[in-house]
């Protein structure tokens, strides 16, 4: 078999968290380098910015949220989702400590005592109808809220805005992935209200959240490309749950992407997330309807299931698991 070519690749993320936390380890760990693969990662701040990078040609994979290339397809973009990132709709929402103790929560308040009190607060979030904004409206919604009056939704951009804004007290919350949410209670006296990656909502549990997609050319032009990347994060799923290799893991992608943050809350934060990984880059059939149920719930323009089943194939993703699990 001939020798792979040295590939360079560019990834387009909106943000550095546990969402992407597979490709981070791929990196952290020079996986890509088994595949020949050099990957630069770029940070957008943004959804729609990281997409838009994957379409407009600066970058050559998309590691975002699925209804945002559902969109771009509705609107004829030619991208397809080609694998699965994280199973949990991986986002944590915290709440300053002033607002908890005016609302008088505590440990023991019920999820839905702690949901009817966002009622009032301004809340931040990435852009309207990124995750950010959709987790938000579904929190309301549970509650019995409405979104659009009872909550103050700002958008800021990128999540270091968001823990900015809340730092300085722009904002009462926010709901981001690890470390962001964590970091904010070490830091900035944030209280935990919800932990979404340990499945504590029990029908986002095993979301198509963060999902990996290129643009239809470039499968086309060069599909094994695709399979290639695919085998670089089935490697890194692997040794995520990996109880063997799962901390040499963590304390790399800790070292290269967040040394700032206290090793120990760091540590904590990944036993966590232990729940949040899928088994394998195949994207569900179940789980892409509970993700387009769920939005059709919150957004009035809603998104047509032929339009979902024709966003996704599981083709090149087989492919790389297949190859992985033979140990090629």
């Known amino acids: 078999m001939p020798a792979l070519a040295q590939d360079k690749m560019t990834a387009a993320f909106s943000t550095v968290g546990f969402a992407y ?30 997409l838009a990078a994957l379409i407009g040609g600066g970058a050559d994979v998309y590691f975002g949220s699925a209804p945002t290339v559902i969109r771009a397809r509705e609107n004829g973009v030619q991208v397809l989702m080609v694998g699965y990132c994280v199973s949990q709709y991986a986002t944590n929402l915290v709440l300053s400590s002033k607002w908890v103790k005016d609302h008088g929560l505590t440990a023991n308040s019920t999820v839905e005592e702690k949901l009817k009190a966002l009622k009032g607060a301004t809340l931040g979030i990435t852009a309207p109808g990124s995750g950010t904004d959709l987790i938000m409206r579904f929190f309301a919604n ?27 007290g722009r904002i009462d919350g926010f709901a ?30 095993g979301f198509l959240y963060t999902s990996i997609s290129f643009r239809e050319d470039t499968l086309n032009r060069n599909p094994q490309l695709a399979v290639r990347l695919l085998r670089t994060q089935q490697k890194a799923l692997d040794m995520i749950r990996d109880p063997a290799k799962t901390n040499e893991a963590r304390d790399a992608v800790w070292k290269m992407y967040w040394p700032k943050i206290d090793k120990a809350l760091f540590d904590e934060m990944w036993v966590n997330w232990k729940d949040a990984w899928p088994k394998t880059v195949e994207i569900p059939a179940s789980s892409l309807k509970q993700m387009v149920d769920f939005t059709n719930l919150l957004e009035s323009k ?6 979902a089943d024709k966003s996704y194939t599981n083709k090149y993703a ?7 699990a033979a140990g090629k």
């Open 176 to 205: 981001l992935s690890a470390p962001a949410a964590e970091n904010a209670v070490k830091r900035d006296g944030a209280v935990m209200i919800l932990d979404l990656a340990k499945g504590e909502v029990k029908e986002l549990d």
């Open 318 to 324: 087989k492919e790389a698991v297949a190859s992985v």
């Open 21 to 50: 936390l597979p490709p981070l380890v791929a990196k952290a760990m020079n996986i890509y380098a088994t595949e020949k693969l050099d990957v630069d990662i770029v940070i957008t701040g943004g959804e729609t910015k990281a």
């Open 142 to 168: 549970k509650a019995g809220l409405n979104p659009d009056r009872d909550l103050i939704l700002s958008n800021l951009g990128g999540g270091d805005v968001i823990t900015s804004a809340f730092a300085q």
């Open 302 to 307: 809603k998104i047509d299931p032929a339009v």
